[in-house]
């Protein structure tokens, strides 16, 4: 069930924003009366509720608005509860002070602005002693490392459970929390009126995350990152997985510490995993058993468990290539039109090494330019291709450019790269793009220079992960209708 949170500063506007969120499909209704002016008509929002409430008015210490006396404060929760709202949240440490009042139930919260503290999981025990009805954590989580605590309170929750991780893991919360038969799920309205920054809309969740297809049964895979092109990855990956009627849905996670990353893996029993580019190299430390071009790079993009043991594969790569050879054949023709090619890669990440590495396999000359002195030099010297300071690639003779990684022009103190340097005939891919042209291809194309569309290479990657996954080949148009409209450019 999808919880949103009403925000207003009168009961008018409250109410309206009531049956809004009704029509945009929440479940659950929160009413912010820490947020109101005056004095709440607490018996009249009850009474005209379309969906069950929460009502809830919270301290400036738990992110709330109520400025006036914690005897008035209380006041106006035991109201609530007289009124017989479905729900009534009061934090731990006031539980004591409001006593159980059925048909109300109490929602013992709570909250921590700055941290997931180390003893959460001793917080967590004292709540169940406070005859909880529902208990709630919200903590700052920003990192794995600091989400895995509360990963380990929802599996193993015996009182229904609510958690809210304040960051990027938050995501990865809602997504477990749906699976292990949490009460509810916090969502926005709409963008613009969230409670947190980030915090997913319930459009995000019905058409990104599916959530409404998760069920116990159903198998995580995972998907790292949290940006623009992970949050594609997963709206394609769900499509292809339910064009197939298959179980499985994506869980979005990031990776941080390795060893945390494993046993979050383990703890909810992933099924597969695909990695992010900047992981790809890194991930290897799980020591899968590689396959394919993984074996030849030592990187991964899509992890597989099969009998009991992790299978690491690489899909991107072929993909990068395959995208690369396109758009030189459309003015060079031929079998290999990477040969003799002159390829800078600007930036250094897994991508960089793949490509340059295959681009020496055949028989083109790969350039990569980075400010990293120590590590340029040794990838160039294990792929066995050139490299340079990333300022020189204005001066250094190539007729591909692929921007791997948005580095900082030490001579333009920012990062990019200066659009006025590319000339006719050139081919350009940016591998830093989403859905969209970034500002350098559009430059490059009214350079006249051949540019490969962020779209294509994006749904060429996803086509190649979503078979390694499934073992079937999904409609192209599948995959694209997938795609949030925000993401994509206006036809």
Request: glycine share 6%.
């Amino acid at each position: 069930m999808f919880c949103v949170s009403i925000i207003q500063d009168s009961r008018r506007l409250a109410l309206a924003d009531m049956v809004n969120a009704k029509q945009f499909g929440a479940d659950v209704l929160e009413v912010r009366l820490d947020r109101f002016g005056k004095s709440p008509e607490i018996g009249e929002m009850v009474a005209a509720r379309p969906k069950p409430v929460i009502m809830t008015c919270r301290r400036p210490a738990d992110g709330g608005f109520f400025e006036d006396s914690e005897e008035e404060r209380l006041a106006i929760l035991r109201q609530c509860i007289i009124s017989k709202a479905d729900y009534v949240e009061i934090e731990l440490d006031v539980a004591d002070d409001i006593r159980p009042f059925p048909p109300s139930k109490r929602v013992i919260a709570y909250t921590n602005l700055s941290e997931t503290p180390i003893e959460i999981q001793e917080i967590y025990e004292e709540m169940k002693t406070k005859r909880a009805d529902v208990i709630k954590l919200v903590t700052l989580a920003r990192t794995p490392e600091e989400a895995w605590p509360l990963v380990q309170i929802l599996a193993k929750s015996v009182v229904p459970t609510v958690v809210v991780g304040l960051g990027k893991p938050g995501i990865m919360l809602s997504v477990l929390s749906r699976k292990l038969g949490a009460p509810w799920i916090y969502a926005a309205l709409e963008r613009g009126l969230e409670a947190y920054p980030g915090q997913p809309t319930v459009e995000d969740f019905r058409d990104i995350y599916r959530l409404q297809d998760i069920q116990k049964t159903t198998r995580l895979i995972g998907v790292t990152g949290f940006g623009e092109r992970d949050q594609i990855t997963v709206a394609a990956l769900n499509a292809a997985f339910a064009h197939h009627n298959l179980a499985f849905r994506c869980l979005p996670m990031a990776i941080g510490n390795m060893k945390i990353f494993k046993k979050v893996m383990e703890a909810v029993k992933l099924a597969g995993a695909v990695i992010d580019p900047e992981d790809q190299a890194n991930i290897v430390e799980i020591q899968p058993e590689l396959h394919g071009l993984a074996k030849e790079t030592q990187a991964v993009d899509v992890l597989i468990h099969k009998n009991e043991a992790w299978h690491g594969m690489h899909t991107s790569g072929q993909a990068w290539v395959n995208a690369l050879k396109n758009a030189l054949k459309k003015r060079n023709p031929g079998d290999n039109p990477l040969k003799d090619r002159f390829v800078l890669l600007a930036g250094l990440t897994g991508a960089s090494r793949i490509i340059a590495a295959e681009v020496q396999r055949l028989g083109g000359n790969a350039i990569i330019a980075t400010n990293d002195k120590k590590r340029g030099p040794a990838v160039a010297a294990a792929v066995g291709c050139r490299y340079i300071a990333f300022e020189a690639l204005y001066v250094t003779l190539h007729d591909v450019l692929v921007v791997c990684d948005e580095e900082i022009d030490e001579k333009l103190g920012r990062a990019g790269i200066r659009p006025a340097y590319l000339k006719p005939g050139m081919t350009v891919i940016d591998l830093s793009a989403g859905a969209k042209r970034t500002q350098l291809l559009r430059e490059a194309q009214s350079r006249e220079c051949e540019i490969v569309m962020p779209i294509d290479l994006i749904l060429d990657i996803v086509e190649g992960q979503a078979k390694t996954l499934t073992g079937k080949s999904t409609p192209r148009e599948v995959l694209k209708a997938a795609i949030p409209a925000r993401f994509l450019e206006e036809e």
